[in-house]
């Protein structure tokens, strides 16, 4: 399989190149030949280094092998063919790229300053030369005579390692050193300006933020299966420190990252980088429902169905459908048939339908297919306790589904329900023949910690032998199930990344979203949980949330539907709007706004997608099912999940007492009473 073409460097560039990857990737990155595009033009240096501790360099290269001479304006240069070019000092050429990045700095208030009465760049910048075949001996007649100056423009010793490297790029003529380190937040701006591919914009087209270098470092990590000795497609400058040795055999990459730290976003963009690296192979993303694919297609500039040559984005079940072809019958809806046809037993359960169809899917993953496999299970984990009594009306249920199943299928109906269509995908792709089997270089699964077992035996399936898994989870927004990845089968020790940081949200909803999660002695102490970082970056502020008590349930309808008609008539985009809700009966309440285009959904189908303005109502009866620890902590999670949804304004409304799982809101929260004359 062929990479799409790249420039081909030069010798010189090619030694710089090693030698900066060399350099502490803690303080230094740089990119080889950005176009820097300006009001005027464009240009391309052959390097752009930055420091965190000095500044900006630009950095010529040149390849010349023996000088004959010069003046400040022109260099003579010995030709291979034995004659003498004069060429363009290459330090007045790379003071020119400077300027032109200074003038692309000149667009980012954030970058100045003023020092001594007019504005000035918070950082110094510099110039370099390298002459890799010219000794340094040489170098400094042209230093003395004025040519050059003094310690710009550095020879074959200075690049031999990568430590002669670091000690001239710092005995540079800085024009001054900065008081303090440049922020993660200013350096990113600035890889922003040098490199545009790395801005990343709303569903608007306006900019919010700048790909991270760990994010970068992820969308560009190559498939070894594609092309195994490859490093030019993927500059591992771009590592954090803790993943320099990642590069090689990324067959799986398991990006774990806290709501709202950039998953999707490391996904999409690497699903386009891969496209467009190796047109020639096949990718698929694959998310657990149908408004997340939706969500991914839209980020790559692809319509409602349509998809990139090479790459496909879409659903499991849809996948499914795919592989079934003919078997492919609509599904059973679990939910429904134990409501028509178990009430009695839910009702002496205390659970919802939608708790005991979960239950009956992970008894089909586990094969606890008997009633003493079931009894004796253990469940730790699942979210709440269920005794000896209640696993015995399970096993009722559970029975007399198994049976109306198998009467239905005598019957010539559709017999199998949504937990049963990874096992049937997957004993049609035990025919070797199947178009699907070994399919794709690359899958790429979002949401991976809703994949069940049996999906990733399903997805292991269509990749070609040596194919790459990419998998972006977080297990404090696990929703549907609770396996851990041994369990799933996917080996992914060394080789998981974690993204820390919730960039999507402001301060004050991360602040009020974890709240429950600090509060909860089961989230606080899971294990594949990821460490939230809010100091790393200078996150966004906003309004704080507000918790809106309300009379009663009109009031409360009342009080969100004219919150949505205020924000749609102040010009917000209805698709901007999210009203997430709890359970199906929530739903019913607020559809009339999803006509007017706002997104209206309970919280299984809000995985992965994120609002400028987010509400959540109802929370009174959230809890009403909540009887152990383990079932606050499930719903906990659930309510967690919608409030990081919002990227600016979160309102959370109940009527009559806020439940005791949601008191942690309180004091980050603006506490309210909502009457027909307030406004929040």
């Known amino acids: 399989m062929k990479a799409a073409p790249a420039h081909r460097p030069t010798a010189g560039e090619k030694r710089l190149f090693t030698l900066l990857n060399g350099l502490p990737k803690r303080e230094f990155f740089f990119r080889y030949e950005p176009q820097i595009v300006t009001a005027v033009g464009a240009s391309k240096p052959d390097f752009v280094l930055v420091s965190a501790l000095l500044g900006v360099i630009v950095v010529e290269v040149k390849d010349w092998r023996k000088l004959a001479g010069g003046t400040q304006e022109a260099i003579a240069v010995h030709t291979a063919g034995g004659s003498i070019e004069k060429l363009p000092n290459p330090v007045l050429q790379a003071e020119h790229y400077a300027y032109d990045l200074k003038d692309r700095f000149a667009t980012r208030a954030e970058l100045w300053e003023e020092r001594k009465g007019r504005q000035a760049l918070k950082f110094p910048w510099s110039v370099m030369v390298a002459l890799p075949f010219i000794l340094q001996a040489e170098i400094a007649k042209f230093e003395a005579v004025g040519i050059w100056p003094r310690g710009v423009v550095i020879g074959a010793e200075t690049l031999k390692d990568s430590a002669s490297l670091e000690k001239a790029i710092r005995d540079l003529p800085w024009k001054f050193k900065p008081e303090r380190p440049l922020s993660l937040d200013m350096l990113d701006i600035i890889r922003e300006l040098i490199d545009p591919s790395l801005r990343v914009d709303d569903q608007t087209g306006s900019p919010i933020g700048t790909l991270t270098r760990q994010q970068e470092a992820l969308v560009r990590e190559p498939v070894s299966v594609l092309l195994p000795k490859q490093a030019a497609l993927f500059s591992a400058e771009s590592l954090p420190p803790s993943h320099e040795q990642l590069v090689d055999n990324a067959e799986v990459r398991l990006v774990r990252g806290v709501a709202g730290s950039g998953k999707t976003l490391v996904l ?61 019958q609509s599904p059973i809806n679990t939910r429904r048939w134990l409501r028509n046809n178990a009430a009695p037993e839910l009702d002496a359960l205390k659970l919802s339908s939608e708790v005991v169809s979960e239950e009956l899917g992970w008894r ?40 109306d199943k198998q009467k239905r299928r005598a019957g010539g109906k559709s017999w199998f329900d949504w937990d049963d269509v990874a096992f049937l995908a997957e004993a049609e792709l035990e025919r070797a023949d199947h178009s699907l089997v070994g399919a794709y270089e690359s899958i790429l699964l979002d949401e991976g910690q809703d994949f069940t077992p049996s999906w990733l035996r399903v997805i292991k399936r269509l990749l070609r032998p040596g194919g790459a898994l990419f998998i972006c989870d977080d297990p404090s927004q696990s929703i549907f199930h609770n396996y851990n990845w041994l369990q799933k089968g996917v080996s992914v020790v060394g080789r998981t990344v974690q993204l820390r940081v919730p960039f999507r949200s402001t301060m004050e909803i991360s602040e009020a979203a974890y709240s429950l999660i600090e509060a909860d002695d089961i989230l606080r102490g899971a294990e594949e949980r990821s460490e939230l970082d809010l100091m790393a970056y200078e996150l966004g502020r906003g309004p704080l949330p507000a918790l809106v008590a309300c009379a009663d349930t009109a009031m409360e309808t009342r009080f969100v539907s004219e919150q949505v008609a205020g924000l749609l008539a102040d010009g917000a985009l209805p698709r901007q709007i999210a009203v997430l809700c709890h359970d199906y009966d929530q739903l019913l309440r607020w559809r009339h706004l999803s006509e007017r285009g706002v997104y209206v959904q309970i919280f299984e189908r809000m995985k992965g997608l994120e609002f400028v303005n987010v509400f959540v109502p109802g929370l009174d009866s959230a809890f009403d099912d909540a009887h152990d620890a383990e079932t606050v902590a499930a719903i906990r999670r659930k309510i967690f999940t919608a409030l990081t949804r919002s990227r600016y304004r979160l309102v959370i409304s109940y009527h009559g007492t806020i439940p005791a799982p949601l008191e942690p809101l309180l004091p980050v929260t603006f506490n309210e009473s909502y009457s027909p004359a307030l406004v929040v």
């Open 268 to 328: 999409a963009r690497r699903a386009f980088r891969l496209t467009n690296d190796y047109p020639d192979a096949r990718f698929l993303v694959l998310t657990f429902n149908t408004e997340l694919a939706r969500d991914i297609r839209e980020r790559l500039g692809l319509d409602s169905e349509s998809q990139s040559p090479g790459l496909e984005i879409t659903n499991f079940h849809k996948l499914c459908r795919r592989i079934l072809i003919d078997q492919w």
């Open 364 to 403: 089909r993953e586990r094969g606890l297919l008997t009633d003493e496999a079931y009894l004796a299970a253990d469940r730790k984990g699942r979210g709440y306790a269920l005794d000896a009594e209640r696993r015995a009306l399970i096993n009722a249920i559970f029975n007399r589904y198994q049976a």
